[in-house]
């Protein structure tokens, strides 16, 4: 379906147009580490950009070539996107935890030209997924091998003049190559032109409530389509301030800092807030005070104030399903968060909530100009929207199977509509799996039970021809120090009660045999899990399945997996 989109919408037009309108409006703010923190105006980025870009254009490259970027979030991530593009060329983020297998994979697949290098946690690990003799440019926070190895950004800003002009790029031109996260395999190369961009993000803040005024934090990576079309095409179309978050240890006071007025966050991070507000004040107590007329409005708000939330008119989840008891919790806070559905190939664009508690459980009603549809036979989600991707780069092939004959994207998830047309998905087409007893399980709503555990950082329900199913369970950090200390006894417990309170809301045939605990970490490293913290359930299967006959033979409740 073909975008139409006003050109003064493009990205680099309103580039251009926030240099003139707003220079000295602060765009970015930075932290440099060790308290320090540096704010980028307009007119700082669009110079930085444009000395960038007339570096860029000196080294020859064919117009559209591909550059590649691997950082963690910064105004340099964004400043490296826009040079790219303002000198003619199509950029390739990396997310910045893949395994240097995986980075190789994209560089060489993508063809990449050049790669930025940024600020990152694990170079020394990614540094052998870079090909010999690529050109890479470092960023003023990237590691310390790369500043000395690699040309620096402030060298090569400081020589360059800035490139004059205002160079623009057409709606239907490439505007980057986004990888997906490789949940069912190697990932794809998603092609999305300027057009594209520009039209999802101007449809999008008809439902996201984005201003000139809202303040953002960006720590997702920007490589994932919704931090990108949130954070990067939302400020673009809305001139807003953007704040990034410096590491793990400082979130919260990252969070202080900007008090955001939206919030985006994935599940995994909603329960890891959650889990440590009940860390400070048990739920039983919380609860209670929440009940109580007057001192509830006093609680909610410091639980926000404490959580950097309490500027917040509207917060977001995406990415997998938000589990029905957190949305709950959040609501009884006063928070409502919306949820919303969509894929990199349509730019995460296909659906979200109000935040309305009418509507939880579901992904709400489909954006203006979508199209939602399901499979008669196999209830998959089908969609059609204008900023449907171009394509998956070099893959034809993948890409005709992608879309149904009459043209609609399949989604490959599972959905239904309530009555009032909210769309619910239920579950992965591919996840279904049938017991020995020949009854089909869908693992998903099971999942987002188990997840609400305070102890359990990631899981998977599995058991394609047993009796019953069983769930593997990845415990959080301090869930593991318990484990490995005096607490195990106690731990096994509460998850046997968690498992017994679990199915008794299930139908017979779903009930989980036992939980099996791992010990050993799911990583981006060792392939179980993406970059986004979804599950690689392929790669579950691969590694344990064996194992399965066993553990529901041992009649334990409670199992404890040893690598």
């Not at 691997?70 to 790219?84: E, P, Q, R, T």
């Not at 004059?164 to 057409?170: D, K, S």
């Amino acid at each position: 379906m073909a975008t139409t989109v006003s050109a003064d919408a493009l990205a680099l037009q309103r580039l251009y147009h926030l240099e003139k309108t707003s220079p000295d409006q602060v765009a970015l703010t930075q932290p440099m580490g060790g308290g320090v923190v540096r704010d980028y105006t307009w007119r700082e980025v669009l110079d930085q950009s444009r000395r960038m870009a007339s570096h860029l254009a000196s080294l020859g490259f064919e117009p559209g070539s591909k550059i590649a970027i691997l950082s963690k979030n910064s105004a340099h991530w964004l400043m490296s996107d826009f040079a790219i593009w303002i000198a003619g060329h199509v950029s390739v983020p990396l997310y910045p935890t893949l395994a240097p297998a995986t980075i190789r994979q994209i560089l060489d697949h993508s063809g990449a030209m050049l790669l930025f290098v940024g600020k990152l946690d694990g170079w020394d690990h990614m540094k052998p997924g870079v090909p010999e003799g690529l050109p890479c440019i470092s960023h003023p926070l990237s590691p310390d091998d790369a500043k000395k190895n690699y040309p620096q950004w402030e060298a090569i800003t400081a020589k360059a003049s800035p490139l004059q002009g205002e160079p623009v790029r057409a709606a239907d031109e490439m505007s980057t190559i986004m990888y997906t996260s490789g949940t069912t395999g190697t990932p794809k190369g998603v092609m999305h032109s300027f057009g594209n961009l520009a039209h999802a993000v101007q449809i999008g803040l008809k439902r996201v409530p984005l201003r000139s005024v809202s303040r953002m934090l960006s720590y997702l990576p920007l490589a994932h389509v919704v931090e990108r079309a949130l954070v990067e095409h939302g400020q673009l179309a809305t001139g807003m301030h953007v704040f990034f978050a410096e590491s793990l240890d400082t979130f919260t006071a990252d969070l202080q800092r900007a008090r955001p007025t939206v919030f985006f966050s994935v599940p995994r991070l909603w329960v890891k807030f959650q889990q440590g507000v009940l860390a400070k004040m048990p739920a039983a107590k919380l609860d209670r005070l929440l009940k109580l007329p007057i001192i509830k409005g006093i609680v909610r708000r410091k639980v926000m104030g404490a959580l950097g939330l309490d500027q917040c008119v509207f917060a977001a989840g995406g990415a997998a399903p938000m589990p029905l008891e957190l949305l709950r919790w959040y609501a009884r806070l006063g928070l409502n968060i919306a949820e919303g559905y969509g894929m990199t190939e349509n730019l995460g664009a296909s659906h979200i909530t109000s935040g309305d508690p009418a509507t939880f459980g579901t992904v709400g009603q489909p954006y203006e100009l979508v199209s939602c549809r399901l499979d008669p036979a196999s209830g998959e989600i089908q969609v059609k929207a204008p900023w449907t991707m171009l394509g998956y780069y070099k893959e034809p092939d993948l890409t005709r199977q992608t879309f149904t004959d009459d043209g609609w994207l399949r989604t490959g998830d599972k959905g239904a509509l309530d009555g009032a047309g909210n769309l619910k998905i239920t579950g992965r087409v591919k996840d279904l799996f049938k017991t020995s007893k020949g009854k089909y399980v869908a693992p998903a709503p099971i999942e987002d039970k188990l997840v609400m555990h305070a102890s359990v950082e990631a899981c998977c329900v599995t058991g394609a021809h047993l009796g019953q199913p069983l769930g593997l369970l990845m415990l959080n950090i301090e869930a593991v120090k318990q484990a490995q200390g005096t607490g195990r006894a106690e731990l096994e417990a509460s998850l046997k009660a968690h498992l017994a309170s679990i199915n008794e809301t299930l139908d017979p045939h779903e009930q989980l045999d036992c939980l099996v605990v791992m010990t050993e970490a799911w990583t981006v490293d060792n392939d179980l899990i993406t970059p986004t913290f979804k599950v690689k359930r392929n790669r579950i299967e691969d590694m344990f399945a064996t194992h399965y006959e066993a553990w529901v033979g041992a009649r334990k409740k409670v199992i404890w997996h040893q690598a």
